[in-house]
């Protein structure tokens, strides 16, 4: 079972650019057929998929992030990030990491989250 | 708004049953089975209890029961344990842009 962390600045102002990493282990970021998420849940509300990054690197983004989003991986460190520019208080937010599987339409572990608050 | 439809809270005693329900449209739910459901624990990660609208994980009990009818997912937890305390997350791939939409999540309490 892959087990996922993740790790943020908690409290940032508006309009800085948030930056969160998500560590893995019990496997390799870059193992065929792993896809890896991230999901917010803002406060009180449900839940939202921001974008993944695939194994070999191909990303897909939400539309409604798409231009401020950046997800990108580091096999060095076996960890995947998240940038996005621009943050306002509607950013604010526990920021999840998750795995699915190639053909797999849902996604087997998560992490435990990281709250992100946008505030001035 | 959540794209998915769900109950903000459902409640029951120990050993009953009890269904939550999970609506969307015709361009998540309704066209695809590929509707997943998650349990959460306050300060733990979301679990994976049903996925692709019925099936079970390794593990999962089979107390937990998925099921669809057109565009409405249900999940369904039979014989209530105090354990099963917590909120309840559906999800569905969906045709378009967004891939995968989410439900606004329910609270059960047991």
């Known amino acids: 079972q892959v087990q996922l962390q993740e790790s943020g600045p908690g409290l940032m102002k508006p309009s800085q650019t948030l930056s969160l990493s998500c560590t893995v282990s019990g496997g390799s970021v870059s193992r065929t057929g792993y896809y890896w998420s991230w999901i917010r849940q803002h406060p009180g509300k449900g839940l939202e998929w921001i974008g993944y990054?695939?194994?070999?690197?191909?990303?897909y983004y939400n539309p409604s992030l798409k231009s401020r989003l950046t997800i990108s991986m580091d096999t060095s460190k076996n960890q995947f990030s998240l940038k996005l520019t621009s943050v306002t208080a509607s950013d604010t937010a526990v920021y999840c990491c998750?795995?699915?599987?190639?053909?797999?339409?849902?996604?087997?572990?998560w992490g435990r989250g990281t709250l992100v608050t946008v505030s001035s | 708004q959540s794209a998915l439809t769900q109950p903000a809270s459902v409640s029951g005693s120990p050993g009953q049953s009890i269904t939550i329900s999970c609506t969307g449209t015709?361009?998540?739910?309704?066209?695809?089975?590929?509707v997943s459901w998650y349990q959460q624990h306050p300060d733990k990660a979301p679990k994976l209890m049903i996925y692709?609208?019925?099936n079970r994980p390794s593990g999962v009990s089979i107390r937990f029961s998925g099921s669809k009818s057109g565009n409405t997912a249900s999940l369904t937890i039979s014989g209530l344990q105090a354990e099963d305390e917590a909120d309840y997350y559906c999800?569905?791939?969906?045709?378009?842009?967004?891939?995968?939409?989410f439900g606004g999540g329910t609270k059960l309490t047991v």
């Open positions: 999800s569905s791939y969906a045709s378009g842009t967004t891939l995968w939409v």
């Open positions: 692709d609208v019925s």
């Open positions: 990054i695939s194994y070999s690197g191909n990303t």
């Open positions: 015709s361009d998540d739910v309704g066209d695809y089975n590929y």
């Open positions: 998750a795995i699915r599987m190639t053909a797999k339409y849902y996604f087997d572990d």
